[in-house]
C-alpha cells in the first residue's frame, strides 16, 4: 500500500460508532472449540479438496461445504473494510509473546501456519488469559482500510480455557528489510523447499504489534466453517519487511485472502492503552 493510499484510508476513517454484534449459530460455535482442541483454529482440514480461494469451490461455494453454512448465512462475517471508527474507553489486548519460542511451521495447503510447541505466548484481555495457538498469513491483506488492502496480513489466533477466540490481525507492507522477520522467512522457506515440518525458535516479541492501538470488531473465522463470536483486534501500525523476504510469502500464496464482507449494523472501535 502507498503512503498516499494510507493517508486516504486513515482519512476516511472517522467517528462513528462502538461495540460489535455477536449473533451466531450453536453449531458454528461448537466447531470453532473442536478446532482449538487440534491446536489449528482457523485452518481445520490439511489440504482440504473442498473449498479454495478461486474456481468452482471458491469463497462464494463455502457456504456448501459441510458444517460450514456460517460461511453464507452468518451475519457477522470477517473479514470487512475498516471505513469508520469510533474511540472507546474498552481494554486494548495486552501482548505478552516470549523472545523464545520454538515454532512448528507447516504448509497445509491454503497457507503456511506457525505452531508454538508451548503454551507460553498469550494475550491479556479484559482480565483473562488467551493463549496464542497459532498464526497465518495472507496476500494480500484479508481485511481493507478506506477501500484499499495491504500487501500482506498476518493473523494470530488465540483461545482462551473457554474456547473463545481472539484474533490480532498485523498488516504487512513493503519497505526497509525486517531483520526481525528473518527467522520467520528462512522457516517459510525451509518449508516450502523440504515439503515437511520444521520446527524454529524464534523472537516472538518481535512480532507483536509496537504500538498499542487497535481496531476492535466482533466477527469470524475467514476460513471454513467461517464460525462467528471471534473478537478481532486489527492493529494500527503495520510490520514492514523488503520485497525479497514478501516474495519468499507471496510466492507460496498469493490470492489467498477472502472478500471483505458486509459490516451489516456492526460497529468498529478504536482501542488503546
Known amino acids: 500500500m502507498t503512503r498516499h493510499y494510507l493517508t486516504v484510508a486513515m482519512i476516511a476513517i472517522s467517528a ?28 481445520k482440514d490439511v ?16 457456504g456448501d461445504v459441510e458444517g460450514a453454512s456460517t460461511c453464507k448465512i452468518g451475519s457477522a462475517q470477517s473479514p470487512i473494510n475498516i471505513i469508520k471508527v469510533t474511540t472507546s474507553a474498552a481494554t486494548a489486548p495486552v501482548v505478552n509473546y ?23 505466548n498469550s494475550i491479556r484481555l479484559n482480565d483473562d488469559t488467551y493463549v496464542l495457538k497459532q498464526f497465518h498469513y495472507h496476500t494480500p491483506s484479508e481485511h481493507q482500510f478506506g477501500g484499499q488492502n495491504y500487501p ?25 528489510a525486517n531483520e526481525l522477520l528473518k527467522p520467520l522467512i528462512k522457516g517459510t522457506k525451509l518449508t516450502s523447499e523440504n515439503d515437511d ?15 498499542a492501538t487497535f481496531y476492535h470488531y466482533a466477527g469470524s473465522l475467514t476460513t471454513p466453517p467461517c464460525s462467528e463470536q ?32 458486509s ?11
Open 98 to 120: 516470549r523472545q523464545a519460542s520454538n515454532i512448528r511451521i507447516h504448509d497445509n495447503g491454503h497457507t503456511v501456519v506457525y505452531t508454538p510447541t508451548t503454551e507460553e
Open 47 to 62: 489440504h482440504h479438496p473442498k473449498w479454495s480461494y478461486t474456481g468452482h469451490n471458491g469463497p462464494e461455494s463455502w
Open 152 to 176: 500482506g496480513e498476518i493473523h494470530f489466533v488465540h483461545a482462551n480455557s473457554k474456547g473463545n477466540l481472539a484474533v490480532i490481525g498485523v498488516m504487512l507492507e513493503i519497505g526497509k
Open 16 to 43: 462513528v460508532s462502538i461495540a460489535a454484534c455477536t449473533s451466531t449459530t450453536q453449531q458454528s460455535t461448537q466447531t470453532a472449540k473442536s478446532n482449538i482442541t487440534t491446536n489449528n483454529v482457523v485452518v
Open 197 to 211: 515440518e520444521i520446527i524454529m525458535a524464534m523472537n516472538l516479541s518481535a512480532l507483536a504489534p509496537a504500538a
Open 230 to 261: 471471534v473478537q478481532w483486534y486489527l492493529s494500527k501500525q503495520p510490520l514492514t519487511l523488503d520485497r525479497a523476504q514478501f516474495a519468499v510469502l507471496s510466492d507460496l500464496y498469493d490470492g489467498n485472502n477472502r472478500p471483505v464482507q
Open 263 to 273: 459490516q451489516g449494523n456492526r460497529k468498529v472501535e478504536q482501542l488503546s492503552h
